[in-house]
């Protein structure tokens, strides 16, 4: 156990020390929350109503699409991989070590813009905090796991930065954090709700519990688990 845990403790300093997670982690979605934050509440007077939403499921997902899988490809593509399986470590240590890892990253992201947002924009706090930041660890738990399965899944960062783009652009775009989903048509609503973005957005935003909206949550976690598992399998034994 204390190994396991030295494990994830050494992960999280990894990443604080790589520029490419503390980039997409931490500055990125800072910076476009302050960015775009101005832009909204300008625009649209009754954007701070929702701005600690929408701005985090900007943040969670460009976090969990675009920086978690990248240190995934590393790993599992180069001669750490063979050296854990020499040294008798399993290999799925190397997966939930980043997932922890990323886990506590964009929490800690997702805390500082909650805070920042009621100082700057005079953003409405969520009528119910604990249902917020469970739905929000839920959320986080999720976008992760589909970017673990894209680290595990894809075998070079070249092709990984094409394929992290192609599930980031319209888990934004679509998800109603940049305008309203009911402006689209209905074909673009319906792919919408293929990401976990929009589902985040919705229950972030929700002001009760919604359990059948829980449930895409629930979904996407359990077939992650499945394919990592499968993934995590083939790697040990043919690879």
């Known amino acids: 156990m204390s190994a396991f845990l ?14 490419g997670i503390l980039l997409t982690y931490y500055i990125i979605p800072l910076i476009f929350f302050l960015f775009m934050g101005g832009i909204f509440t300008s625009i649209d007077p009754n954007a701070y109503k929702t701005l600690i939403q929408s701005m985090t499921v900007f943040g969670v997902t460009m976090g969990a699409i675009i920086g978690t899988p990248t240190s995934l490809v590393e790993f599992y593509n180069s001669d750490i991989r063979k050296a854990y399986r020499v040294g008798g470590v399993p290999l799925w240590t190397g997966a939930v070590n980043n997932f922890i890892s990323g886990l506590i990253h964009l929490s800690i992201m997702s805390i500082i813009l909650f805070f ?24 986080i738990i999720t976008s992760l796991s589909v970017g673990v399965i894209l680290g595990l899944f894809v075998k070079s960062t070249s092709k990984l930065t094409m394929v992290s783009q192609l599930v980031f652009l319209p888990s934004v775009m679509l998800s109603g954090i940049m305008f309203p989903i009911d402006m689209l048509p209905n074909f673009m609503q319906m792919i919408g709700k293929v990401f976990p973005a929009t589902w985040g957005y919705l229950n972030l935003s929700a002001n009760q519990w919604e359990m059948m909206s829980m449930f895409p949550f629930m979904l996407t976690i359990l077939i992650a688990l499945l394919l990592c598992t499968w993934r995590l399998g083939r790697l040990h034994t043919t690879e």
Do not use: H
């Not at 920042?116 to 959320?139: C, G, K, M």
């Open 6 to 19: 030295y494990g994830i403790g050494l992960q999280w300093k990894l990443d604080f020390r790589s520029k």
């Open 116 to 139: 920042i947002a009621q100082i700057v924009f005079d953003a409405s706090v969520p009528s119910n905090l604990f249902r917020y930041f469970v739905t929000l660890e839920l959320f």
